[in-house]
């Protein structure tokens, strides 16, 4: 079955960065679409940076374009997420996609 597996979350001054990562496992990942969203608190879930077609075509919300990076290692089934000039707007749980398929989240705090 399609297993994601997120990483690197933690505590980031704001202006700071941080690199987040989902490990999958269970499909084709070279094939595969796939997607950052995330849910800060007491909001919705929100979509973040989507990698398309190996890694060649990105999407990015509004929100992060030019501050958060989406990446992937297609021999290590991995997708990251650079993100930077972090705000505290940016605090959320982030979390991995795949067509129905979620990790279990990560946590991302922007605080001073």
């Known amino acids: 079955q399609v297993q994601l597996v997120e990483s690197g979350g933690g505590l980031v001054q704001p202006g700071g960065s941080l690199n987040i990562s989902c490990t999958a496992s269970?499909?084709?990942?070279?094939?595969?679409?796939m997607t950052w969203y995330r849910q800060g608190p007491g909001t919705e879930r929100d979509f973040v940076a989507s990698?398309?077609?190996?890694?060649?075509?990105?999407n990015y919300a509004a929100s992060v374009k030019g501050r958060f990076t989406i990446s992937r290692d297609n021999a290590k089934n991995t997708v990251y997420l650079q993100m930077s000039g972090m705000k505290p707007e940016d605090t959320a749980v982030y979390y991995c996609n795949y067509e129905q398929h979620w990790g279990q989240g990560t946590q991302v705090t922007v605080s001073s």
């Open positions: 990698s398309f077609k190996s890694g060649t075509l990105t």
């Open positions: 269970g499909l084709t990942f070279i094939t595969t679409a």
